[in-house]
């Protein structure tokens, strides 16, 4: 995974509230007042709180995701990050710049060269041929139609559908639907993509490919993303940073080694449960101090231990022990050890909580 | 008495109105009366043109590529009989008033369909106004309708013009109204103006709705040719009300024939043109 060098925030979400109806003005008051929970608001005003208090920072060239059940608030979320819904409450900043004060001339130019958006029902227009609606954005900022062609098909060979410029999209699959969506986000260059479950029609098999495609695309172009997805499996294999939401509030936000290693709540606990650690958990979060190991095996020298970097996942751990004579492997970074991998930590890490707890039961 | 004459001084108040109306804005009404006449006269003169087997044959062509080779040949085969049965320049006739209505409908009542289906207050302001033109027996303003514009074409275009205008406007407004809004949020995510949003989202996506609205003005259209026989349309309707009148039963007959051949051939074509223009290539 490649680390974020450059930390500057492309989108600030800054205590971003939303809460659907007509008396929400009322329910906003009654929120900050008296801190009623979702189900209250809904009950005493009628009202649905669609995300509540939401905090998150995208940075340049990452990936983030945004994970959580249906009826979560992750539509209502995207939507509030390039101004489709204005906030409740709070304040988005894109690129520096608030956007519920940009003016209308400002807010287009921000849509048209800075956000791209895909959207979770595709919205293809039906009576354009698959060229047509992946040039739309370019058509709509007003680039000449050779230009627009070219770029747009550009745009639909990284997705893979190039013999498909003529056709129209009833004529497509749901997956290349998506990927035609896909292309006509990228075809307008924007420096960040907002991403509404794209892929969640697909069957399995293409969706992992599209996955990876998505991912290496972003990657090579230096984009940004906001991923919105309900399977954990996607967030963890697409994003750098993965926010898990439940009932419109962001529980936690972490990269997955952490939001699987250390799960806020019980819900996510829950949710994490099945996860495969193998490629997730990295050795600088199993490792033990060389303090403390060699107060357990003061005979050991530890120079003499096969040596790795902090990154390793622990699949590779797993291997390097195998193949090593000795019961350690050395992490080592800046040419310095900075700390031991046994094997009692490997097999710690690869259980879940659970039978943690169980143990100390 | 007098004072409770209620339905008698109504009756003074219309007629006086008419009045003052043919007294003082009579320019006016002659100038509608020209430009009604003049317009129905060259839609005419245009029908009246080539020979019948020529139309025939156009109206062929078109059916086959708009709907289909057996419409086609049905619509060639359908008009020659209209000619056999002596009735050619009534048909005609005809037609250049429900196409001349129409088109004049249409002019009104898109744009003023798109205009208020962008503003959903003036709309609904209008629809009483619709509710009472599309309900009002086009007997009631006939007689105005003479008074004002003389017994002849014009008056008959006027009143089909008023009951053709209502479907396309609703049919128009609505489809403006009811773009999916995911086609909405689509335009606004890349940065549109109301104006691109409007011609490369809404119109597109209202087409269908506008071409049932052309449809449906057109069918009210041929609704109104027997009424409009009574102020001396000429054509199909004037030659049923004729036969009516003498009691031809016969020539009332096969003026009714041609009027519904007339309608369904218009339908068809009509309804065919709306799926192209829908379908794209699909
Ligand atoms: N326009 C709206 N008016 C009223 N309530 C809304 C509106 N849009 C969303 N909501 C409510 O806000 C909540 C969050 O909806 P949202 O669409 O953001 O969920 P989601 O996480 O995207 O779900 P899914 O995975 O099913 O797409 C839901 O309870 C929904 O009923
Ligand atoms: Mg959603």
């Given amino acids: 995974m490649t680390t974020v060098n450059s930390s500057e925030v492309l989108i600030d979400c800054q205590s971003v509230w939303k809460v659907f109806g007509d008396n929400a003005p009322a329910a906003i008051k009654a929120i900050s007042e008296r801190g009623l929970t979702k189900k209250e608001v809904l009950q005493e005003y009628n009202c649905v709180v669609g995300v509540s208090d939401a905090n998150l920072q995208v940075r340049r060239g990452e990936i983030f995701c945004i994970m959580g059940l249906s009826g979560s608030g992750k539509s209502t979320l995207i939507r509030l990050l390039n101004r489709l819904i204005m906030p409740s409450l709070g304040k988005v900043l894109v690129k520096g710049r608030d956007i519920g004060s940009l003016k209308a001339a400002d807010l287009r130019q921000m849509r048209a060269r800075h956000i791209g958006m895909v959207f979770q029902s595709v919205a293809l227009l039906p009576h354009r041929t698959v060229l047509e609606n992946a040039a739309f954005g370019l058509e709509v900022q007003g680039i000449p139609l050779a230009e627009r062609n070219r770029t747009a098909e550009m745009a639909l060979a990284k997705v893979g559908l190039s013999d498909w410029l003529k056709r129209y999209p009833g004529e497509l699959s749901g997956g290349m639907q998506q990927r035609v969506g896909l292309a006509r986000a990228i075809a307008s260059d924007p420096e960040i993509i907002l991403m509404d479950e794209p892929f969640s029609a697909l069957d399995p098999l293409i969706r992992r490919q599209l996955q990876d495609e998505f991912r290496q695309l972003t990657k090579d172009l230096g984009k940004s993303a906001v991923f919105i997805t309900h399977d954990l499996d996607e967030a963890i294999r697409i994003g750098d940073r993965i926010a898990i939401m439940k009932d419109g509030l962001i529980i936690q936000v972490g990269t997955a080694e952490e939001i699987i290693l250390k799960p806020a709540d019980p819900y996510v606990a829950q949710f994490v449960a099945g996860i495969s650690r193998l490629h997730l958990v990295k050795a600088h979060s199993v490792m033990t101090s060389v303090a403390e190991f060699q107060q357990a095996c003061p005979g050991v020298d530890i120079r003499a231990l096969l040596r790795t970097n902090p990154e390793a996942d622990i699949d590779e751990l797993i291997t390097l022990t195998m193949m090593s004579d000795r019961d350690a492997v050395a992490v080592v970074d800046d040419d310095t050890i900075v700390g031991i991998v046994t094997p009692r930590g490997l097999l710690r890490s690869v259980s879940d909580g659970h039978t943690a707890e169980l143990a100390h039961a | 008495m007098e004072g409770l004459d209620f339905a008698g001084t109504f009756d003074d108040i219309v007629d006086s109105g008419l009045g003052w109306l043919g007294d003082n804005a009579g320019a006016l009404f002659e100038l509608v009366r020209t430009v009604l006449e003049g317009f129905y006269g060259a839609v005419l003169w245009t029908l009246s043109l080539p020979p019948f087997y020529v139309i025939a044959i156009a109206f062929a062509l078109l059916g086959w590529r708009v709907v289909g080779l057996r419409f086609g040949a049905l619509a060639g085969v359908a008009l020659v009989v209209c000619a056999a049965m002596g009735l050619w320049p009534e048909t005609m006739s005809t037609l250049a008033l429900v196409i001349s209505a129409t088109i004049l409908a249409l002019i009104f009542a898109i744009p003023a369909g798109v205009l208020t289906g962008f503003a959903p207050k003036v709309d609904r302001s209008l629809e009483p106004v619709l509710d009472l033109v599309q309900t009002l027996p086009p007997y009631i303003y006939l007689l105005p309708g003479i008074a004002l514009l003389g017994y002849g074409p014009a008056t008959a275009l006027a009143a089909t013009f008023v009951v053709a205008v209502p479907p396309a406007f609703r ?112």
């Fill in chain 2, 171 to 282: 049919l128009t407004s609505l489809g403006i109204r009811m773009t999916p809004n995911e086609f909405i949020e689509l335009g606004q995510s890349t940065g549109m103006t109301n104006w691109q949003m409007f011609s490369k989202i809404r119109l597109p996506f209202a087409v269908p709705s506008i071409m049932a609205g052309i449809n449906q003005s057109l069918m009210m259209a041929f609704g109104m040719v027997v009424i409009a026989g009574i102020v001396g349309s000429g054509g199909l309707g004037e030659t049923i009300y004729k036969a009516v009148r003498t009691l031809d039963i016969a020539k009332s007959i096969d003026g009714a024939i041609a009027i519904v051949i007339l309608t369904i051939v218009l339908d068809r074509l009509t309804q065919g043109a709306a799926r192209i223009g829908y379908g794209g290539g699909k």
